[in-house]
Structures are given as structure tokens and as C-alpha cells.
């Protein structure tokens, strides 16, 4: 897309998009939101929500506005926000009355809040102060990326997002060892867990990969915000763990949580959210623990490494007869990835 | 590519090369050829080889450029052809000689003969007529599109591809029955069929699915050339097979082989190139029968169509522990093939 197909509202609103990722990964269990300040076509301000109880996106935006000395331009200026400004008191006062106060004379906004109860509430409290309300712009692409967040929001859950590696013929490993995706690959994967609150493995991956789950590669630099994610092993027997691994003696080990004997996965995630306010869960176990997630319908997101590769070993991807009905996928996008084929979608 | 970015050269040796296809699956056990003849940046003629036995496409483009009344303007006339012209008497004279005889004053050639002892005979032969001879404009591609039949004159045996269909977690059926595949996937397999000489199946396929392996849905219009490629049945026991399957009692009943107890797969598929000129061996067996191809090395060309969807059910690509070692890829290409992913390689 150029710049001239695309209209000046949408170019501001993608500006702000793209200042909202600035928080991927930091803002749990708030979503990560960015905000422009626009006047006569000239960027006075920008600024994104970086973690739970510090200032939205909002009042980052009026600040950098102000440090940048363009606070007497406030007055009569567009903000552009990714999501619905908040008009309620909640760790931090209302985005609504910062607008107010400054002067801004027009709020246009892409998503809507999924909470049904706040729902459109900013468009009531700013009309009555005098400021044009917009909403809907970049919808479709800000309303995605809140995807998880909105998720979390409506069921009381993570989003769930399961990271598998294989060959063309399905195997997870290669015959005589190796790494079976390449670099680039490698990097997507350190992406994701840049991305999400939470990584799980299960016993067995513990026992046989002895794995760190730290952030090493990402394709993105890594936020100074940025705390490494939780990191879940759920397994029979805890005892079973040796207790040399890495996920419990490493620097992060107070990062690590353990937990035993989980039956039903929708409650204990539910309570993952409650407790630990984890938003994207990342999976990144083998196949027998992801048939469970699979079957009792608790995978949200799909994001398969597929490595042009014919391995033929006894590891396959998700053996035997698993699933009682198919799951409808809606693939996202399908790309190079280096020498392997990146595929990515959502599980409905 | 635009036409800015490559020389006359490179355009009149693409339209030859465009040309050839028409003869893609008619030839074997020749090569699919294309040649196109050009004066003063004019198209004088055009022709590719349509059946083992008949003309070549030096001779075809020649007699087309009679019939377009372009007789006289031949003496001193350029002919592009792709593949190296043959020199020595064949089922037809040597092509060398139709050219020296029109008056052609420069053959362009992009593939040389792979038989090495023709090879670069026919430079010599048309040189020492006056004639000049450039070689190697577009080789790569003409090369990569004579793949299966330079196999088949190395190593007395058929390219073999094998299509396989399958979903994300590689299972090879839909739980409740469907097809897998998507339309234009199908047309992808049938074009596969239309350019082959021969399709296997093994006896297992034909008691569950009892497929007719006849040509239906290609992307490209059925050349009226094409006859209905061998239908190969390898079973270990020909009396099992339903003596009501289409392959035993259709129309073309009589273009379906079968074969028993084939235990060395190399000395049987030389058997396949000697006694039938099949160049191009298509699989569309199941995983067991596909197993043993790869197992043996018997398969030089991977086409897979990936349909995004979890199946879940019990019927996997390729199941169990099965190569000795990992089989070198080298991918061509991934696209989109309708809702599916179409990758595409060739086994080293």
C-alpha cells in the first residue's frame, strides 16, 4: 500500500498502530494501546501504554506533546487512538478527562471496548464536553491485534497460542539431531515469546530438552519494560523434574511455575488469568500435552514452522487418532521464513 | 520480469519455451521441445514436438513458417529452440540438417543434449555448414523444465513425483468424509496427471477410494494429443483387487497395469522406462506404498498441498519410524493454491 491510497486518517491511525507495539508484551493485563496527537497535519505528540498502573496511551501522547513544546497547540488538535479512551476511574484516572482538559478538539478512535459495560461510554463523555468523536478507522487491523486482550476480556481466559515446528512429513525432530527450523524461524518463535505473558511445556519436554524459554533472538528489539514471561511446566509429577533443569535453577527460576495434575484446562486457565493476569499464553510443548489443548478446544492461535525437510524419524507432530471433530481454521497468512515456510492462523 | 528487464534473446527463448509446454505429457519417451524462428525481431514461425515419431520442433517451425508464407525470408532467419538440435538419425533426420537446408544463419539453443555422446555434436555439425550456434540463453529454465526427461536418459528410469495431500497435522483424510483438498488444488493434482506418463496407486488405495486417475479438472486445456496416462496398480495381490474398480472396467481399462510383488523398486521402474517410455511417474499412493519409494530413494520430485484445517483423525500422512536417514529438499516454490498451501521441491 502507498501513502496515497491510503487516507491521512488511516496513515495517523497505522502511526498510532504502530506506536501501540511499542507495549507488545508489557502491558498485560491492560492491552497495549498507542496514541498520535495530530495538528494541521503535523505530529505534535505520540506515546503507548507500557505496563499496567503507569499513564495509557492517552496521557503519554499529551506529555510527549507537551515535552516536545507543542502544548499550546493542544487546543484544537486530533488524537488518534487504537482503542476507545477510557472514561472511568480505574489504577489511573480517565483518558476521557485528559482530553478534555487539554483542549484536544477531536478523538478518533479504531476499536470499540469489548467490555459491554464501558462500551462506546467515551463517545457519550466527550460529546458532551464539546470534542468530535471518530471510531472505526483501522478497525479491522487494530481490532486483530487486540485480538488476545479482547479475548481475555469476554471469557476470563488467555489467549492460547500453540507453536509447533515440524518437516514436511510431520516429524519434530530431526534423525540424528540438530535444529530442525532455521534462524529466522528460531526468531519467530523468540518473537512470540516476546509477545505473550506465558510459555508452557510439559514434563516431558523438561526432561528431555532441558529448555530455557528465555528471550534470545527476537525479531523485534526486546522492550525495556519487558519481564521475562512465566514460564508453566505442567506435568504429573512434580517430583519427577529433575532438579537441575534450567526453568528451576536458572536466574529466572522465581519466573517459573509449576503445576500438577491439571484435568480441566478451561478453569486452570481461568485462573492463570485471575491470578496472574497472563493474557497470551504461549505452548510450546510436544504433541501429547497440545492433543489436550487441542481436544478440549482451549487453542486460540496456530503458528506452525514447516521446514522443507523429509526427516521420517518416530517423532510426529501429533500422533495418533486425537480429535472427535475437525477445528476450523482461519489461516492468517502463509510466508517464507528464511528457508522454512511460516503458516499462522486462528483455531475457531 | 518485465519485457524492459531481459533481451530479445531471453523473450524469443521464453516463447519457445512457452511453446514447448503444448507438448508437456504427449512426448515421452522424447523431450517436450519448443523452437520459434525470428528475423529482423519478427516471428516467423513456431513449433514444438507433439509425439515420439513425429516431426521435431525445429522441422514443426520451419513447415509453420512456410505456411505463413514466410518461405524466403528463412535464409538468414534466427531459430531458438531449447533444447540442443539433434544431429543423427533418429526415428526422423537429424534437425541439423532441415536447418542447414532452409538457410538458417544462427541457432540459439538453450539445454544441451544430455547424452554425452551427442552432446555439443550439433554446434560442430552446423558450424562447419556456416551456421552459427549460441547456447546456454535461458538454461536454467529450460534445463529445471527437461528435469524428468534428463533423469530418464541418465539413469534408465522414470522421474518419479509424489503428490501428497494433507491438513496442518498431516492426516491425509477429513474425520466425516469430504474431500480434503480444494478445487483449485484438485486442478493442481489433475495438471500433475495431465503432465505425467503413468500414475500409481497401490492395491490399498483402490479397495478404499477406487479412484478413476483419469484427467478432469487440469489448469491447462487436455492437449489433443494426450491419451490417458498409464494407471499403475502395485499390489501384493492382484486377486484382491475388486474386479468391479474402475481402473479394471472403465473406458480406459485398457491403459491400467498391474503389477505384483515388486520388491527392488529401481530395477522394476528401469522396467517401466524400457518396456512403456514412461518418462514421468506420478504417485498418488497412501503413506505405506509412499514409505517405500522414499525408503528405497525412489522419489526425485515432492509436490504437497497443505489444507489448512485440523483433521485430528486417524489416517496420517506417513506414519511410524521409517527413513534410515533425513532425504535432502530443495524447495522450488510455496504458494497459495486456492484456500491451500501448494509446496513443491525436489528430493536430493
Redesign the interface.
Known sequence: MSTQDISQDELWMYRALTVAREGLGTTSPNPPVGAVIVKDGLLLGEGFHERAGEPHAERRAIANAILRGHESQLRGATIYVTLEPCSSYGRTPPCTEAIIQCGIAEVVYASTDPDTRHQGRADAVLSAAGVRVRSGVCKEACDAFLRPWVHSIRTGRPWVVAKIA?S???RIT???GGWLSCAESVSEAHQLRLESDAILVGGNTVRTDDPALTIRSPKTAIPKAKIQPWRIILTRDEASLPATCQLLTDDEAQRTLVFEQVDELKLWLESLYKEYGIVQLMLECGGNLL?TF?EQGMVNE?M?I?T???????D????????P?????E?EY?Q?CG?D?L?R?I?R
Chains 1, 2 share one sequence.
Open positions: 515440524c514436511l512429513d510431520g530431526r534423525r540424528h492433543r487441542l496456530w506452525q514447516v522443507p525437510r523429509l526427516c521420517g524419524g518416530p510426529e507432530m501429533l500422533p495418533g487418532d486425537f480429535l471433530r475437525e477445528l476450523a481454521f489461516p502463509h517464507s528457508t515456510i503458516i492462523g483455531i
